[in-house]
């Protein structure tokens, strides 16, 4: 049934494993390039030029067919200027969940499906579903189901989670049951031992090797503004710009006696809210907004009006959360609403950030963070029952 796969080739480890395991298992193999940013650094050279390079290189001695693929439009309007948009607004963004859900499981996905007739695609993520890592155990008549990577560290499901399960249903994830050294083995066993020991990309795509305080001075305006102590209601200092700031980060004013750690953005009064001290009781909350989720399957019941059980994080590197669920917004409602009850408190949970949700290895899916709830210094038990009651 799975014959022709297209690969995304990046020019990493990561891929170029992929795109050999699947060639190893006597698949019609294509690759494909995606060119989603012109970065052009300070001496002229084109950061992505490397990475083609890479990926021509894997290819040829692979014996498999490569395209470049031009998504840099797509890229400006569905992902970065979203990133813009909300960073104007002080918001924090997530492009990383945005590139994934509107470039590579949507704008490649139907590429590679209706012009390469691609029966699959596959990538070199972190994840697997319940179909196998080569859709071995693919069922038509079955959900498919997104799983956890079995590598803690690497698992690549956070980022997945506002995938439709349409381009899921048709993806292969080759590495998706091993270990980066595992891979990073594996690479230097079959003759790919140079992308083993190539340095892997790090932080946004888009910055390059700027801070990311220069790279968003170019695109947003400076507009000062004070810093004022949520205590005591006095300005503590000044602020370049929302955009500059997030929450929870440490800022930088002098003469205090503890360190100032933002706890709040205004946009309307362009005031940034500060808390003294890393683990002030407002930075802390068990309680979560969040809107417009995407679900890959909606966990059972949530549909049918119920509180649900399942585990919660907004931070693809930190522990699991319990948490109870429940949908807040009626069937006519513009907005679909969530609300989230968690069984600790998290520290500086953001606004534009994900709630991803999962219960056992499964992610279910996600939704964008709105605002967080009342700090638990005010007490706030009695909102789940208001949620739960419309």
């Known amino acids: 049934m799975f014959r022709r796969v297209v690969v995304g080739i990046s020019g990493g480890v990561d891929s170029a494993v992929s795109a050999y395991l699947l060639k190893k298992r006597g698949f019609e193999v294509c690759g494909a390039f995606m060119k989603n940013w012109d970065l052009i650094d300070e001496s002229g050279y084109c950061s992505g030029e490397r990475d083609w390079e890479d990926a021509q290189r894997l290819c040829r001695m692979l014996d498999i067919p490569l395209e470049q693929i031009n998504f840099v439009k797509?890229?400006?309007?569905?992902?970065?200027?979203?990133?813009?948009?909300?960073?104007?607004?002080?918001?924090?963004?997530?492009p990383d969940i945005l590139c994934n859900r509107h470039i590579k499981f949507n704008r490649f996905f139907h590429h590679a499906r209706e012009r390469l007739n691609a029966d699959a695609i596959a990538t070199g993520h972190y994840a697997r579903t319940n179909f196998g890592p080569f859709l071995e155990q693919y069922n038509e008549r079955e959900?498919?189901?997104?799983?956890?990577?079995?590598?803690?560290?690497?698992?690549?499901?956070?980022?997945?989670?506002?995938?439709?399960?349409?381009?899921?249903?048709?993806?292969?994830?080759?590495?998706?049951a091993l270990t980066k050294p595992q891979v990073k083995q594996l690479a230097t066993e079959v003759g790919l031992a140079s992308y083993a020991r190539k340095k892997e990309s790090m932080g946004i795509c888009f910055v390059g090797k700027r801070s990311f305080q220069q790279f968003i001075a170019e695109y947003i305006d400076t507009k000062p503004g004070p810093f004022v102590d949520v205590d005591s209601g006095r300005e503590v200092g000044?602020?370049?710009?929302?955009?500059?700031?997030?929450?929870?980060?440490?800022?930088?004013?002098?003469?205090?006696?503890?360190?100032?750690?933002?706890?709040?953005?205004?946009?309307?009064?362009?005031?940034?809210?500060?808390?003294?001290?890393?683990?002030?009781?407002?930075?802390?909350?068990?309680?979560?907004?969040?809107?417009?989720?995407?679900?890959?399957?909606?966990?059972?019941?949530l549909d049918r009006g119920?509180?649900?059980?399942?585990?919660?994080?907004?931070?693809?590197?930190?522990?699991?959360?319990?948490?109870?669920?429940?949908?807040?917004?009626?069937?006519?409602?513009?907005?679909?609403?969530?609300?989230?009850?968690?069984?600790?408190?998290?520290?500086?949970?953001?606004?534009g950030q994900y709630a991803v949700f999962y219960r056992n290895e499964e992610c279910f899916g996600s939704a964008r963070i709105r605002q967080p709830g009342p700090s638990v210094a005010y007490g706030t038990g009695w909102l789940l029952n208001q949620a739960a009651s419309g």
């Open 306 to 351: 119920q509180v649900v059980r399942c585990e919660f994080r907004f931070q693809h590197t930190k522990p699991l959360v319990g948490c109870s669920l429940i949908a807040t917004s009626g069937p006519n409602a513009t907005r679909r609403e969530l609300f989230v009850k968690l069984d600790r408190p998290l520290r500086a949970i953001t606004p």
């Open 238 to 301: 000044q602020h370049a710009g929302l955009h500059h700031w997030t929450v929870g980060q440490k800022c930088k004013i002098g003469g205090c006696l503890q360190p100032y750690y933002v706890l709040r953005k205004h946009r309307d009064t362009n005031v940034i809210e500060v808390a003294s001290g890393h683990d002030h009781p407002l930075l802390h909350t068990d309680m979560v907004y969040a809107e417009d989720p995407v679900w890959i399957n909606v966990p059972p019941g």
């Open 74 to 94: 797509d890229y400006w309007v569905e992902v970065f200027g979203s990133f813009l948009k909300d960073y104007d607004a002080g918001i924090t963004p997530n």
């Open 143 to 176: 959900k498919v189901r997104l799983l956890m990577a079995p590598d803690p560290i690497k698992d690549q499901t956070f980022f997945l989670s506002q995938i439709t399960a349409e381009a899921l249903r048709r993806t292969m994830f080759p590495i998706g």
